[in-house]
């Protein structure tokens, strides 16, 4: 008996050693404070767990909401560099689809040379259709700005990663908080854990076939030689041009009462609360 269960552990290990969208982040914990991600509070009905894997590595983590077509939240270590950003080319994840050799996303047109429908590969996710002819920006969770190499920049650019956000907001402030207010909050830190993510919300787009967030939200963890420094959140409606910068402890509150969950944690309480 003893062997048997040893058996099944490790088909298990070599499973989620393989699968990119399984049922934990086993395959990248490395992109959680302490490797461990945020309590099952956040969880939603139909969730898919992703390693965002792009050109054979992983480059952040994404919870992913299969009935509302959006991510739930990305998960990954902040480092900006300067530079431009890459050529938007928008990607899907084969794996939400099924079984196929597909262990990283691909360019929608790249599935469909190799035999996928598109009807296959919308009834798992959002695909650029949804967003085309439409007043909602594909708002990055995880952003472009906050990688520090070309592929993990690259990796940034799938649709798992991405929500309808208002365009003001996405251009205005909240690119603010993404490009200034974080520089000066991480200055001193030796590593910067975040998690993005988003609240769903009542209205949809593409034939009601994608939620539209009520609010965009963020948290991010500061370690000084690998303590935990500080903490903070941010927080804005999503159709306002406004960010409130808060506290970590007031933006789990605040996250507890719009998901109308109980006792939302986003760093297992591991983090500073300050």
Request: proline share 5%; charged share 20%.
């Amino acid at each position: 008996m003893l062997g048997l269960l040893l058996l099944q552990g490790l088909a298990s290990c070599l499973w989620l050693g393989h699968g990119e969208v399984v049922n934990s982040f086993a395959s990248c914990p490395q992109f959680f404070y302490s490797r461990l991600p945020p309590n099952d509070a956040l969880n939603p009905k139909n969730p898919a767990w992703i390693c965002q894997r792009y050109n054979g590595s992983y480059h952040y983590a994404t919870l992913y909401n299969r009935d509302e077509r959006i991510p739930v939240y990305s998960a990954y270590k902040y480092h900006p560099v300067e530079g431009n950003n890459p050529r938007r080319l928008w990607m899907v994840e084969p794996q939400l689809i099924g079984k196929n050799n597909f262990e990283a996303m691909e360019m929608e047109s790249v599935l469909i040379r190799n035999n996928f429908t598109v009807e296959e590969i919308q009834k798992s996710q959002a695909v650029n259709a949804d967003y085309n002819m439409t007043v909602w920006d594909r708002g990055h969770l995880c952003p472009c700005g906050h990688m520090d190499n070309k592929e993990s920049k690259k990796a940034t650019y799938t649709l798992t990663n991405a929500v309808p956000q208002n365009k003001s907001l996405n251009d205005g402030q909240w690119k603010v908080y993404e490009r200034r207010t974080m520089i000066e909050m991480t200055k001193g830190c030796t590593t910067t854990y975040v998690i993005t993510g988003a609240v769903p919300g009542k209205n949809y787009m593409s034939n009601k076939r994608v939620n539209v967030p009520s609010h965009i939200w963020s948290a991010a963890c500061c370690l000084v030689d690998e303590e935990p420094k500080d903490a903070w959140g941010a927080i804005a409606e999503n159709d306002k041009n406004e960010v409130e910068n808060i506290t970590l402890g007031e933006l789990e509150e605040r996250l507890t009462e719009l998901y109308k969950v109980k006792n939302i944690t986003l760093f297992n309480n591991s983090c500073s609360q300050k």
